[in-house]
Structure formats: structure tokens, C-alpha cells
């Protein structure tokens, strides 16, 4: 699983593990996955309902840093959200998840207040609101990554905060107004979040 994991974060790479270990059949595994953590997204959904068909996906650098995002929604209430830095998988999140947190939040009330979706007498949705039925994988790619906690399992790098935040904030809204049937289904699932 992990080697699967591996081969999703770093799309385009080949990567081929053989058990010659004695006294056993040897067994060859290649793993390759030309669409990266967007064909991630379309494994982590299988077997569930998509409630839009084209999945989210940005990739761009910032400051030698490399920003890796997509998304997609389902009918789950649970979310998923997986964030990585360096192809770590840190578990307790950090300043990536953060400023991913952030932007997803803001630019889904924007979009839905400039659309007429959330009236002016309706509240903001909230973070919760927004990411049921999320699954999400957050990467990043940095020189000097700083892990935090006893297992090192945090991202603590308070510029890659900014720079998620930026670069997903700024491809979603794009990406609401050029999809607007995705856009729609994305808030409507929010909007029932709200409301439940």
C-alpha cells in the first residue's frame, strides 16, 4: 500500500519492487499512475457517489515550493482529506492542511454569495459545512521541510500556509466559474451540511 502511495505522489514514475526473498515464489508489483493524486482521488471514491464528475486538480510552484492539490466530493458525510509533504504522510496535519482549510472555506462562501446560492440574511457556511463528504489530497514539495510533534507527523513551515492558501484559492474560483454544474452540486451538498 504504501509503495501504491508513493507511486500516486509522484505521477509519470515507474515503480517496480520484486520479493526474491528465499525459499518463497518471487513476485514482481509495478505500480504506475500516469494521472497522480488525481487518479488517488478516483480509488479513494470508488464504490461511493461522486456529486460531480470532474475532479478539481491544481499543480503549480511557488517560491520553490511545489503545490500539489485535488479534490472531489461524494454523498459521504465523513471526509478525507490526505496531506503529504516531501511524500510524508503527516497525520496530524499542519500548515498545509491549514491554509487548504482556509481557501476552500473563503472561496466556496464567495462563490456562493456572488452567485445568489447563500442570501444575505444566510450565514457563512462553516468549515465543517464545507468538507463533508471532501476527499482531498493535499501535497507539497519543499527544501526545508520543519515537522513538528513527538512523531514528526505535522508540517510547521508557516510560509506554505500562504502559499496553499494562495494557489488553491486562486485555481478554485476558477474553476467554480468555468464548471458552474460542478460548482452547483458542491454547494447544494454544503448547503444540506448547513442545514442538517
Do not use: M, W
Request: charged residues 30%.
Amino acid at each position: 500500500d504504501h509503495l501504491r502511495q508513493q507511486a500516486y505522489l509522484t505521477k509519470g514514475i515507474t515503480i517496480k519492487v520484486f520479493d526474491k526473498r528465499e525459499g518463497r515464489r518471487e513476485k514482481k508489483y509495478c505500480f504506475y499512475f500516469e494521472g497522480g493524486i488525481k487518479s488517488y482521488i478516483k480509488s479513494l471514491n470508488r464504490g461511493r457517489s461522486v456529486k460531480h464528475d470532474t475532479c478539481f486538480y491544481v499543480e503549480k510552484e511557488i517560491q520553490d515550493t511545489n503545490i500539489e492539490i485535488a479534490l472531489q466530493y461524494n454523498d459521504e458525510f465523513n471526509e478525507t482529506a490526505l496531506p503529504f509533504a516531501n511524500n510524508i504522510y503527516t497525520s496530524e496535519g499542519g500548515t498545509h492542511l491549514s491554509g487548504f482549510k482556509t481557501a476552500l472555506t473563503r472561496t466556496l462562501n464567495s462563490y456562493a454569495r456572488n452567485h445568489g446560492l447563500l442570501k444575505e440574511k444566510d450565514e457563512n457556511l462553516t468549515g465543517d459545512d464545507v468538507r463533508e463528504g471532501l476527499t482531498t489530497i493535499i501535497s507539497v514539495k519543499l527544501t526545508d521541510p520543519q515537522f513538528e510533534g513527538q512523531t514528526k507527523s505535522k508540517l510547521g513551515n508557516a510560509e506554505i500556509k500562504t502559499y496553499t492558501e494562495q494557489v488553491f484559492g486562486e485555481s478554485f474560483a476558477i474553476f467554480l466559474e468555468e464548471h458552474p454544474r460542478e460548482a452547483e452540486a458542491i454547494i447544494g451538498k454544503c448547503l444540506l451540511s448547513a442545514q442538517a
